[in-house]
C-alpha cells in the first residue's frame, strides 16, 4: 500500500498525534513516551492518553508505507560515570555485535536522511562538547511495521519514520570513528 492510501485513511486524532508528536515548540513527544511507558505524572495526562494511544494504534491500522528503504537514528550515548572516551568503550563492551537490543520501550523515530540524524544529536540539549559520544543507527533489515508521518509532521524535511514500542534489534557491525562517534548497524529481529 503506497503512502497516499496511509494518507487518505487517517482520522482528525491521527493527523492531531502526528503533529504533536512531530512539534518542535515544548518537547511534547516526551510526554506521550511517558504515557507509554507508564512513569507520566503531569497534569496533562488527560490531554496526551488519546495521542498515545492514537499513536500506537497507527502500527495495527495501517501497514508499513516506507518501502524497506535504509534508516537512519541518531543519539547522544549518556548514562555512564567515566570519560567520554571510557563511555565509548563500556557502550560497545554492553552492546556487541550479535547483541540483541531494545532501543527504547516506547515509539521511536528514524529518519531516511543521515544528515538529519547526525543533526539531531549535534544539536541536542544533550551534547556537552564535540567529544560527546554519540551512536548512529543504520537499520537496513526490518521486519515489523514503520510508518513514515512525513506529510503530517510539524517538521516534513526531517522525513520521519515511526517504530512501534519495544522493537528489538540485533546490532551487526559497528565502527568507531573519531571524536567518540560509533555507527552501529542493526537489523530488526523477532
Known amino acids: 500500500m503506497k503512502l497516499r ?97 531494545i532501543l527504547d520501550d516506547t515509539i521511536l523515530s528514524f529518519t531516511y536522511s543521515k544528515d538529519i540524524a547526525i543533526k539531531s544529536y549535534t544539536n541536542s540539549e544533550k551534547n556537552k562538547s564535540n567529544n560527546c559520544p554519540t551512536v548512529l543507527y543504520v537499520l537496513k533489515k526490518r521486519l515489523s511495521t514503520f510508518l513514515d508521518i512525513s506529510e ?3 517538521l516534513p524535511h526531517e522525513k520521519e519514520v515511526l517504530c512501534n514500542k519495544g522493537v528489538k534489534f540485533k546490532v551487526v557491525n559497528i565502527e568507531r570513528k573519531e571524536n567518540n562517534n560509533l555507527i552501529y548497524y542493526i537489523e530488526e529481529v523477532l
Open 152 to 154: 503530517f509532521s510539524m
Open 5 to 101: 492510501k496511509l494518507i487518505v485513511e487517517l482520522n482528525e486524532l491521527e493527523k492531531k498525534a502526528i503533529k504533536i508528536w512531530t512539534s518542535p515548540e515544548g518537547y511534547q513527544y516526551r510526554y506521550i513516551k511517558g504515557i507509554l511507558r507508564g512513569d507520566y505524572k503531569g497534569v496533562l495526562k488527560n490531554y496526551y492518553d488519546p495521542i498515545a494511544k492514537a499513536l500506537v494504534g497507527l502500527f495495527k491500522k495501517y501497514p508499513d508505507n516506507t518501502g524497506n528503504k535504509i534508516l537512519y537514528r541518531g543519539d547522544v550515548i549518556e548514562g555512564y560515570l567515566c570519560s567520554e572516551n571510557e563511555i565509548c568503550k563500556k557502550f560497545m563492551l554492553n552492546n556487541p555485535i550479535g547483541k540483541n537490543i
